[in-house]
């Protein structure tokens, strides 16, 4: 019997992006527009000719690893959340983080490349990526190859629909002068995280229960009612 070998591979680049923690993340890229994510190529990588000819792509494959659950075992059967964590698949039918390699691929559509100093940044729009990720390789996208107009979804065949989520008014008002303060979109960036509903599938039907995600230096805190998401209060960590 052939038996499996093991491999090493280098960083190339690290994300930086405003997920500073797991809960709150989508599950998948594109999902959450505003998200705000660039990866930095690190030495020996950092070099402009690396990237000749990526210009003109407008996607890549970004290959990653999930650096925040290598501690954890790997599980041959999970319970994705698209199933309301009610049932099992074979974790090589999902996209759960905890496999026998911890690595991640994501699409993700490029936004600027630029450079300070010798850093060199690519800006990625939609990003599922916590900060300090790291990555390993990235690639371009091909449409010709990489649509796929008969794919079909499995068990996730289309996006969940968004859930409906409003702000209290001391809420509105943080998140506004948070806006000014330090120049980033936190209104419509929180509205599409917490759109998602990133509750565990356990947690989903409690009611007035409370919850927090961090954004950049942000603690949110929201709590679900019958029919809706209220995000109650937004407190500035190093304020
Ligand atoms: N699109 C990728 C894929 O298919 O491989 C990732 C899908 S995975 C379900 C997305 C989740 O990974 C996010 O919601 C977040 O909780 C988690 N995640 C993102 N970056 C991570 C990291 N560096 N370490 C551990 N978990 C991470």
């Known amino acids: 019997m052939t038996s499996s070998t093991t491999f090493e591979f280098t960083q190339i ?29 690190l030495p020996p990588f950092n070099r402009e000719d690396i990237l000749d000819g990526l210009e003109g792509f407008s996607h890549i494959w970004v290959h990653f690893v999930f650096h925040k659950c290598i501690q954890e075992k790997w599980k041959a059967k999970v319970r994705p959340p698209r199933l309301g964590g009610k049932e099992k698949m074979g974790v090589f039918a999902t996209r759960a983080t905890h496999r026998p390699n911890p690595i991640g691929l994501s699409v993700l ?13 690519i800006d990625l729009q939609g990003a599922d990526l916590l900060d300090g990720t790291p990555v390993i390789d990235i690639k371009p996208y091909l449409p010709y190859a990489d649509i796929k ?75 679900a009612k019958e029919d809706h998401l209220l995000v109650t209060e937004i407190e500035v960590e190093d304020d």
């Open 13 to 41: 680049g690290v994300i930086h992006s405003c997920y500073t923690e797991k809960f709150g993340i989508p599950r998948q890229p594109g999902l959450v527009e505003e998200t705000t994510a660039s990866l930095e190529l």
């Open 149 to 223: 107009t008969d794919a079909l979804g499995g068990f996730a065949p289309e996006k969940s629909a968004p859930s409906q989520v409003e702000f209290s008014e001391l809420a509105t008002h943080q998140a506004i002068s948070y806006e000014k303060k330090f120049g980033r979109n936190l209104l419509s960036l929180i509205k599409q995280v917490i759109e998602q509903d990133p509750r565990p599938s356990y947690l989903s039907n409690t009611t007035d229960r409370h919850h927090g995600i961090k954004l950049w230096n942000t603690n949110i805190k929201w709590l």
């Open 109 to 121: 559509k490029i936004d600027k490349i630029h450079k300070h100093g010798k850093k060199i940044f």
